[in-house]
């Protein structure tokens, strides 16, 4: 059985945040232009697109690490949970934030914070997207996770979405 993970709520933007890691949604080219990637690059510097263009273009259903520029956190995680296509296809959703908390052994990170993989251009609702990180997080069998991980949300509807989707896990597993 996996150690248990604390989990925050925190509206608000991630590129403010204090940890070890900040996951952020992307697109299959890295270009960090929409939501809270784009307020990474704007607060962390260019570097940050430029390293993750250079790994890329890469797949839905993946994510790829760089270093974090001028933020706080050391890694910028870039999570491809919908593809160029924009199609809302779950299985991809979650296997892009499974592959994200991944990082969390090889990288060392022990607390990470992680905005709503797949609402960046509306394909999936925060409800949607609230319940896939949730499947990913609490995965059995999954691979080490960080100790602590903060669900940074953009907005009051996110940030409902987030809230009930941690009571409604938490009611089931009483």
């Known amino acids: 059985m996996a150690a248990p993970i ?24 890295l270009f960090m232009t929409a939501g809270s990637a784009a307020s990474v690059k704007r607060h962390g510097g260019e570097e940050i697109e430029r390293d993750a263009v250079d790994q890329g273009p890469t797949v839905a259903g993946t994510a790829i690490a760089t270093h974090a520029g001028s933020l706080a956190a050391a890694y910028v995680i870039h999570a491809v949970g919908v593809g160029h296509e924009r199609i809302a296809d779950r299985e991809r959703l979650v296997s892009a934030i499974r592959a994200a908390l991944g990082f969390s052994a090889p990288l060392q990170l022990r607390r990470m914070a992680i905005s709503l993989i797949g609402t960046e251009h509306g394909v999936f609702g925060p409800t949607e997207a609230a319940a896939a990180l949730l499947e990913a997080v609490f995965e059995e069998g999954a691979p080490a996770r960080p100790e602590s991980l903060v669900i940074a949300t953009a907005n009051p509807l996110e940030t409902r979405a987030v809230t009930e989707a941690l009571a409604a896990r938490r009611s089931h597993a009483t």
Do not use: R, T
């Open 6 to 29: 604390e989990i925050d709520v925190w509206q608000g933007e991630i590129a403010e945040l204090e940890v070890d890691a900040v996951v952020v949604p992307a697109s299959e080219s």
